[in-house]
Nanobody
Framework: QVQLVESGGGSVRAGGSLKLSCAVSAYIFSRCGMGWYRQVPEKERELVSS???????FYADSVKGRFTISQDTAKTTLYLQMSSLKTEDTAVYYC??????????????WGQGTQVTVSS
């Protein structure tokens, strides 16, 4: 069973930075790579950023230009560098392994989540 463990969350003032890490217990072999999602109370979990095995990245419009996703060479640690944080970035952030299902990349492994709180 693959385990994902996030770290690096915390509280920061608007305009500040945080770097999230996600340690993966075993390499996830998937054409869909991995991603970072976030969730606020009473809203659906949303994709923030993803990275494919070939390095191609995706960013939600709300974080484009502010967040950077990356992986270590062994692909056992996923990162999310968050800069110029806004109060609306406040959420629980989850890393996920993704799988190809019904012609879409969907998350199928989840970490426990890490809280990011951005204050004004």
């Amino acid at each position: 069973q693959v385990q994902l463990v996030e770290s690096g969350g915390g509280s920061v003032r608007a305009g500040g930075s945080l770097k999230l890490s996600c340690a993966v217990s075993a390499y996830i072999f998937s054409r869909c790579g991995m991603g970072w999602y976030r969730q606020v109370p009473e809203k659906e979990r949303e994709l923030v950023s993803s990275i494919m095995p070939n390095g191609i990245t995706f960013y939600a419009d709300s974080v484009k230009g502010r967040f950077t996703i990356s992986q270590d060479t062994a692909k056992t640690t996923l990162y999310l560098q968050m800069s110029s944080l806004k109060t609306e970035d406040t959420a629980v952030y989850y890393c996920a392994g993704r799988t190809f299902f019904e012609w879409k990349c969907l998350p199928n492994y989840w970490g426990q989540g890490t809280q990011v709180t951005v204050s004004s």
